[in-house]
């Protein structure tokens, strides 16, 4: 990451978290920081209506200067005026992604990457035409796009669980996944995260075993469990799911383990949070630690308490919410990283900490 | 094309149908196919992509809230596993759009009306190109074919007689409307009216023979008190409408069946909206539509000019009004230009021929007896009316309106026959409209307690009995059973379209659900209401058939008897015209009262 510039990703705990609302507020606040400004999505958003609720949706106003990476189809339905500069062979079920110049602010519907791949592409087109900070707004619960970023803010709130302390549990757990630190250059220089496979390696950092890239079934594991004693590290370059995480736990290993995983979305995807929970305090109890090769840090929680509640009389939804400062309150006690209503709240709060990230100005 | 290796996914409990049809295509297109088991865990499915060598996977799933997240995870969890940069994932189901897709992740999707085709060609890799359903679908000439033999040969006989003694009456004899017709044939030339260029002689010549009010418009400019201009910024927000609509435009079947062809009628008065009522028509698979006029333009000596809008029920009749419309219209669309009932009959029949319609409608005696104009009048220029018909290429309908104001059928359908068999001796190709709904007859006479079905199939029984001659029952089907209910109104004209289709006639003109209760301008959505109504009542039954039953016999052979009679009566009178005069098609007692607008006006040449 070079100086002044610094990517960006707004993920949700799930649908009408408030992503968009975060980013209208971020856009807004750089925009009169004259910050140079890169916005894409890497779902859909803009759009009036929500697609599967049909409730009203907050629309992205987008101010004049910024560069948008989006859907071809999506030029026609933004209201803003948008000088192409670019067609990316990049295909979508809009069209190819167009990169595109703000000329006169409007509303504006993103479709941007939605693999991996592709927003590190757009990510670097971006950097090249001069963006300091991407914004890059999320698609429901979706996360495995935003390893490309250099952080997260995480939208939360009453429509990911009506339950307000549940949300807190989770946000905690989710910050506390999120927030370990990278792992040291000398594992990486040693070589021993280049198989491309899970290994496990003893003293002097030879390895011991190998196995799949990703962990999805507990058969995978015997090859490690085998040299449980004498292991004093693992590194997975792929996903656990929640069968192979229970068995790891059971895994006799030996001594203080160093956990190398390759970055949070590869247990934070396919695990409910309370159970990442259990895993990554099992090895703390254990005196072991957890590093990431790919760190995504959680810098902020945004919370919301608009929730869409569906009615069976009527077969559809309305509008509904939780109280709000309670919310707040309890994400904020538990998360233990900073919180934000961005509804309520000016964006001046959530702003300093993406400042004190160091790399703008 | 490589053989591909494609992962087919019911993420659903038990929806794979739509699925199992991809499978089948990609098979036969020679490609290897893996359909899971449906509802496996989300974990599972992934475990099985990652152990296979697939290069597309395809998801069905029905969308719920909360649903959306699972997918999601689910292109996640690809994304996560390193297994999204080798394969391509779509998804199909009821709610999914592109957009949701792109939401949720994949890389297409599949919603409703997708064809399987669309699906093999994103296994490929191919930009799939939509067929272009507006070239598929051409306009049907529905007179082809009928030979116009009559299968009752003393009513061919009579009818001969009575079509000798019109044109013996008729022989020397013209009128205004005759004059004007000939003179818009001859000095109006369209192609230099669409180039603006003047047509003094023609208004010169044409104002003689006018009365007041279109003079007036001619020589001073002066519109009809119920119309007025279209303003520069309608007209081109028309245009524009226009131009983006066609540009989007798909051309559907209505159904599957050649026959009955499905005929819409639009007239709000307002061109600018009957063209958003063609689309509409068009767009949900309608194969024709019919234009209605303003019931004064039936009392006018002339026509006006311009492009008006009227604030009353009817379409004026200009050819800057149909010029507009037939610009708006889908090649494939058939459109019909009412001429049948007024003093401007022969020349509304040039003018539609010049402008471009396909279709007119002629009736002597439901315009005498039904619809205010002199029967003498009338006969002349409808005479005039066939041969320009004939001239301009145009099969024109010989409608039976006359049943509404209380003629029974048989008397309005020996009108009818008069009627055609003048056309068919002039060179012209007729078209029997007989009405085909709840007249006034039958509630009189009951022959509807039980069921709108055995009357209906005997009127049309009879015609077929009589003659080989295409049918277009209407107009339109269904009258006077529908209320303001729209799902009744739908339900009534669809099943009078379906009993139609099975007495294979050849079209019908269907109203749309708020026809008769919308207490102003018809609603686009109930004018969708009855379309798609018919178009799955005609998916319903299909080719399905009807049984002959008794009483439709018994009532088919009074009709028949009837027409017989009626015939029988105006060749003793040996008077056509005098015929109707004194009520031989239908009397005052039956409702019918022969018009007075233009009476007097028929003159020697």
């Known amino acids: 990451m070079s100086h002044r510039q610094l990517i960006l990703g707004i993920s949700g705990t799930a649908k009408n978290t408030g992503k968009t609302t975060t980013t209208i507020s971020l856009l807004n606040y750089f925009t009169l920081q004259r910050i140079n400004l890169g916005l894409t999505s890497i779902g859909y958003d803009g759009e009036s209506v929500d697609n599967v609720t049909g409730l009203p949706k907050p629309r992205l106003f987008v101010p004049r200067g910024v560069l948008v990476v989006t859907a071809a189809r999506c030029l026609e339905v933004s209201s803003a005026k948008l000088s192409v500069i670019e067609t990316l062979p990049i295909p979508t079920p809009l069209g190819k992604l167009v990169c595109a110049k703000v000329e006169r602010e409007g509303l504006v519907v993103t479709a941007g990457p939605n693999q991996t791949r592709h927003l590190r592409t757009v990510r670097e087109w971006l950097y090249r035409h001069g963006a300091e900070l991407i914004i890059v707004d999320g698609a429901l619960n979706r996360m495995a796009p935003m390893v490309e970023t250099d952080g997260l803010i995480l939208a939360t709130g009453a429509s990911y669980k009506p339950d307000s302390q549940q949300v807190a549990f989770d946000a905690q757990y989710l910050a506390e996944a999120c927030n370990y630190l990278p792992v040291t250059q000398d594992l990486v220089r040693e070589g021993l995260l280049n198989a491309g496979t899970t290994v496990v390696w003893g003293k002097n950092h030879k390895i011991l075993a190998a196995t799949t890239q990703s962990l999805l079934e507990p058969g995978e594991l015997e090859p490690l469990e085998r040299v449980a004693q004498q292991a004093v590290g693992l590194y997975c370059p792929g996903l656990i799911t929640p069968s192979c995480l229970r068995r790891l736990m059971e895994i006799p290993f030996a001594s203080v383990m160093l956990w190398v995983l390759q970055d949070p979305t590869k247990i934070l995807i396919p695990n409910e949070p309370s159970l990442i929970h259990e895993f990554l305090l099992k090895i703390r109890e254990a005196g072991s630690s957890v590093v990431y090769r790919n760190p995504l840090p959680l810098l902020a929680i945004t919370v919301n308490p608009f929730y869409p509640q569906y009615r069976y009389e009527t077969n559809n939804y309305e509008p509904a919410y939780v109280e709000r400062s309670e919310l707040k309150e309890l994400v904020a006690k538990a998360a233990k990283i900073p919180v934000f209503d961005v509804v309520q709240d000016d964006c001046l709060g959530l702003a300093s900490v993406i400042l004190a990230c160091g790399c703008l100005k | ?605």
């Not at chain 2, 989007?248 to 009628?265: C, G």
């Not at chain 2, 539609?352 to 205010?372: E, F, H, M, P, V």
């Not at chain 2, 009258?479 to 739908?490: A, K």
């Not at chain 2, 109504?533 to 018994?554: C, D, N, P, S, W």
């Open chain 2, 1 to 605: 094309m490589n053989k591909q290796k494609i992962m087919l996914i019911p993420l659903d409990p038990v929806h794979d149908v739509g699925l199992k049809m991809v499978r089948r295509g990609l098979e036969e297109a020679g490609h290897e196919t893996i359909l899971l088991p449906p509802d496996l865990p989300v974990e599972e499915v992934i475990q099985e992509i990652a152990k296979s060598s697939v290069n597309t996977v395809l998801v069905s799933r029905t969308l719920g809230y909360g649903v959306a997240e699972i997918l999601a995870r689910f292109v996640d969890l690809l994304d996560a596993a390193g297994i999204r940069e080798r394969v391509k994932v779509g998804i199909g189901g009821m709610a999914i759009r592109p957009e949701l897709a792109a939401e949720l992740g994949f890389d297409a999707g599949f919603g409703p009306g997708t064809t399987v085709e669309e699906a093999v060609a994103f296994v490929e890799d191919r930009e799939y190109v939509e067929a272009k359903q507006r070239t598929i679908k051409h306009k049907t000439d529905f007179t082809i074919g009928y030979s116009y033999a009559y299968r009752h040969q003393g009513i061919k006989e009579k009818l001969d007689r009575i079509t000798d003694m019109i044109l013996t009456w008729a022989q020397g004899k013209t009128s205004p409307g005759v004059r004007r017709a000939e003179i818009r044939d001859e000095l109006w030339d369209v192609h230099r009216w669409r180039d603006y260029e003047p047509m003094a002689k023609f208004e010169r010549e044409y104002v003689k023979h006018s009365d007041e009010m279109v003079r007036n418009f001619y020589e001073n400019g002066v519109l009809h008190s119920k119309t007025r201009r279209f303003s520069k910024e309608e007209v081109v927000g028309l245009e524009d409408y226009v131009a983006r609509t066609i540009e989007t435009m798909k051309v559907p079947q209505l159904s599957a069946r050649a026959k009955p062809l499905v005929f819409n009628q639009y007239g709000t008065g307002c061109p600018f909206m009957d063209i958003g009522h063609i689309k509409v028509s068009e767009a949900w698979g309608a194969d024709g539509v019919v234009h209605f006029d303003p019931s004064w333009g039936a009392r006018t000596e002339g026509l006006l000019d311009g492009f008006l809008t009227h604030e009353e029920d009817g379409t004026v009749l200009t050819p800057a009004n149909l010029n507009r419309i037939k610009r708006a219209l889908e090649e494939s669309t058939l459109w019909q230009i009412r001429a049948h009932r007024g003093l401007n009959t022969p020349e509304t029949v040039v003018l539609a021929g010049k402008i471009g319609a396909d279709l007119t409608k002629i009736n002597i005696c439901y315009g005498s007896l039904g619809a205010g104009t002199d029967p003498a009048r009338l006969t002349v220029d409808a005479i005039a009316a066939i041969r320009f018909a004939v001239k301009y290429g145009m099969p024109f309908d010989v409608v039976t309106n006359e049943e509404l104001c209380g003629v029974p059928a048989f008397k309005a359908f020996a009108g009818m026959l008069i009627t055609a068999a003048l056309g068919v001796r002039l060179g012209g190709k007729p078209i029997l409209q007989p009405l085909f709904c709840k007249s006034p007859e039958v509630m009189v006479g009951g022959q509807m307690t039980d069921n709108y079905v055995e009357f209906n199939a005997a009127k049309i029984m009879a015609l077929k009995e009589i003659v080989e001659a295409p049918i277009w029952p209407g107009a339109p089907v269904g009258f006077l059973t529908q209320t303001e209910d729209r799902v009744q109104s739908s339900a009534s004209t669809a099943m009078h379209a379906v009993l139609a289709s099975m007495l294979e006639v050849d079209a019908v003109t269907i109203a749309s659900a708020d026809e008769a209760y919308s207490g102003g301008p018809i609603t686009v959505p109930s004018k969708i209401d009855t379309l798609r109504a018919v178009a799955e009542a005609l998916r319903f039954y299909g080719h399905t058939t009807i049984a002959q039953t008794k009483q439709m016999e018994i009532w088919r052979d009074e009709i028949v008897t009837g027409i017989d009679k009626v015939l029988t009566d105006v060749v003793a009178k040996g008077d056509f015209v005098q015929a109707l005069y004194d009520g031989v098609l239908g009397s005052r007692e039956d409702g019918a009262y022969p018009g007075r607008s233009g009476r007097d006006t028929v003159v020697k040449q």
